[in-house]
């Protein structure tokens, strides 16, 4: 019978000494990465915010609108690199989590923050020229303010992931491992929130964009409240005659068909007069060909209780992106 060597491990000792590993990775990761990125919210709270607020460049309001919680959010990073030098990565990161609220008002503030500084890069000519002086300085290496002032979202999603595999990695016996825990759990939270703020932001964003394409007493709040999915050109089958291109926009609840106004006229031109909206809560999809994954495009039958739709594309692909999109629209009508 083979005796194993004094060297050979058993599995639980094994498994302790991956976790060990992967946790220093871990932690080398968060410590590194947090001093650059501390060291880049200092760079806009000193040479942004801080000489804004002294020259009067900006006014309060605009700074503000411009930067929202960005010196909050520096000096918790302040806070919590203190603790990750002293090796305190469980105690750090639970004391950093009341500051996470900070994450929420900058990303609810992102859209506003972008908006503020295109204008007053554009009228104000004394910010103009003082954020190109700024942004020559040697410390930003090339950096233009646009470039920052998404950081402390990107590191949010940064400290998730470094958060969740600390705990992920911390054996239960360890001191720290349930303050690793609740703090992974809280920033997750965080993100998530974030994240969700984002999407209703871009999904603002195309509503706004889709209504400015359409024209008409009918095209009044016609977007409002809704969640945009696609847009797109596809040919209206009709029962006799030739197909007819319409421009549609799908909606989560609806799918909008328009036409063209015409090129010459003198108020609309180069908008979409709305012919119709139709509820995707009464629609019936289904592919009349199009399967065989072949280049010859393909064609969608949409029927509602008083009216039937053939949709046809020639690019197959599109067509399936197309019939993805409306399968979505309409389960999520009926769950």
Known sequence: MEIPGPSARCPVQEQRARWERKRACTARELLETERRYQEQLGLVATYFVGILRAKGTLRPPERQALFGPWELIYRASQELLLHLEGGRWGQGLEDFCPHLELYTQFAANAERSWTTLQEQLKKNRRFRRFVRLQEGRPEFGGLQLQDLLPLPLQRLQQYENLAVALAENTGPNSPDQEQLARAARLISETAQRVHTIGQKQKNDQHLQRVQALLSGRQAKGLTSGRWFLRQGWL???????????????????ALLMAKPRPPLHLLQSGTFACRALYPMAECQLQRVFGHSGGSCGGLLSLTFPHEKLL??????EELLLWYHSLTLAISSQKN
């Open 311 to 316: 949709l046809m594309s020639t690019d197959q």
């Open 235 to 253: 040919l209206v089958v009709p029962p006799q005659g030739k197909p007819r291109p319409r421009m549609f926009f799908l909606f989560s609840d």
